[in-house]
T-cell receptor, first 112, second 116 residues
Framework: GESVGLHLPTLSVQEGDNSIINCAYS??????FIWYKQESGKGPQFIID?????DKRQGQRVTVLLNKTVKHLSLQIAATQPGDSAVYFC???????????FGTGTKLQVIP | DAGVTQSPTHLIKTRGQHVTLRCSPI?????VSWYQQVLGQGPQFIFQ???????GRGNFPDRFSARQFPNYSSELNVNALLLGDSALYLC???????????????FGAGSRLTVL
């Protein structure tokens, strides 16, 4: 399929290392944040979410950190695997509305 | 269980034509949202429908319209196509109207529209 990651910032990591993908969000009123993974030829896939009343949330191999002071979000992936290669988008919304605003995305390349 | 299905997967139109894109949500999901994803960018919100009513509209011209049917499937229509409408059109469904930890968006693979 066509490359979703064309012209996007790229993060290259060695298989087995940890990955950190950063995102700056724009709306100080946003209260719900989501990370999505998009593989070539597919739609975005939900990874993990966090509400603005939390600073950290952990899932399976993934952790999201939220710093509301500087409007910064990060996604940490532990023990990165080749299957983690994709474009990652942070997204924000307010009041539970489905008008989700996506960031520009980061392409993660895992080197075997 | 079938995920969100969209049709057609690819289509080519010329400027000025009209296009209809279709989406079938996951069984039991009552909310459908449409997003436009231009190559190399993140998706942009176009519409949300819940229980056949429009619940949200993004910053798109009136050439874009949508509707939701009693079976919760949805159509996105774009009139008077422009070159800039070339994009991947994504449909997402969720059980309810508001996004919560248990009510997340599930996206389809999209319809790739090319306008010549």
């Amino acid at each position: 399929g066509e490359s979703v990651g064309l012209h996007l910032p790229t993060l290259s990591v060695q298989e087995g290392d940890n990955s950190i993908i950063n995102c700056a969000y724009s709306n100080s009123a946003s209260d719900y944040f989501i990370w999505y993974k998009q593989e070539s030829g597919k739609g975005p896939q939900f990874i993990i979410d966090i509400r603005s009343n939390m600073d950290k949330r952990q899932g399976q191999r993934v952790t999201v950190l939220l710093n509301k002071t500087v409007k910064h979000l990060s996604l940490q992936i532990a023990a990165t695997q080749p299957g983690d290669s994709a474009v990652y988008f942070c997204a924000e919304t307010t009041g539970g509305y489905q008008k989700v605003t996506f960031g520009t995305g980061t392409k993660l390349q895992v080197i075997p | 269980d079938a995920g969100v299905t969209q049709s057609p997967t690819h289509l080519i139109k010329t400027r000025g034509q009209h296009v209809t894109l279709r989406c079938s949500p996951i069984s039991g999901h009552k909310s459908v949202s449409w997003y436009q994803q231009v190559l190399g960018q993140g998706p942009q919100f176009i519409f949300q429908y819940y229980e056949k009513e429009e619940r949200g509209r993004g910053n798109f011209p009136d050439r874009f319209s949508a509707r939701q049917f009693p079976n919760y499937s949805s159509e996105l229509n774009v009139n008077a196509l422009l070159l800039g409408d070339s994009a991947l059109y994504l449909c997402a469904s969720s059980p309810g109207s508001a996004l919560t930890g248990a009510n997340v968006l599930t996206f389809g693979a999209g319809s790739r529209l090319t306008v010549l």
